[in-house]
């Protein structure tokens, strides 16, 4: 089994971290990334799972978007709160779940983390656009890992 060490290193890490930072400075929506190595349930309930771990779910507009990586399964979830599902259209993430797997399939996993981030923060500036009255930064800016 690989390590999540061995995914990314500290610096690639810090580089995803930056492009959360730069997608969060247009929109108020809050993304986070969750990596691990392998989970025995269905990976979209790990998601839901994860996602409630973080306390993604108490964000004022209940806009958290969390990118899920399951590293040895070859998985991934991204999961966007209710305020967002609300007011979306049916197959909102699929451009950046496309951009994501185009990546890695290529075995780019820091890019495609970075591309995904961008492009998820460019989708929820349509409908979560940076407010300058109201904004915190409500999540952490941080990798977690299970
Ligand atoms: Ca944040």
């Known amino acids: 089994m690989s390590k999540v060490e061995d995914f990314l290193s500290v610096q690639e890490e810090q580089e ?6 730069k997608a969060e400075r ?10 691990e190595t392998h989970t025995d349930i ?30 040895d ?3 991934f979830v991204i999961y966007g709160d ?6 979306v259209p049916p197959y909102f993430w699929d451009t950046t779940r ?8 290529q075995g780019n996993f820091k890019q495609g983390l970075i591309e995904g981030v961008l492009q998820a ?3 929820l500036e349509k409908h979560f656009p940076w407010d300058v009255d109201t904004h915190e930064d409500e999540l952490p800016n941080e990798i977690s890992r299970g």
């Open 82 to 87: 209710e305020g967002i599902n609300k007011v």
């Open 73 to 75: 399964d070859k998985a």
């Open 16 to 21: 995803i971290i930056t492009a959360i930072r």
């Open 26 to 35: 247009s929109t108020s929506g809050e993304i986070r990334i969750h990596i």
């Open 98 to 105: 496309d951009v994501i797997r185009n990546h890695f399939s």
């Open 121 to 123: 923060g460019r989708e």
């Open 42 to 71: 269905d990976h979209f309930d790990r998601t839901l799972e994860v996602f409630h771990l973080l306390k993604m779910d108490n964000t004022r507009l209940q806009n958290g978007v969390l990118i899920y990586v399951a590293v």
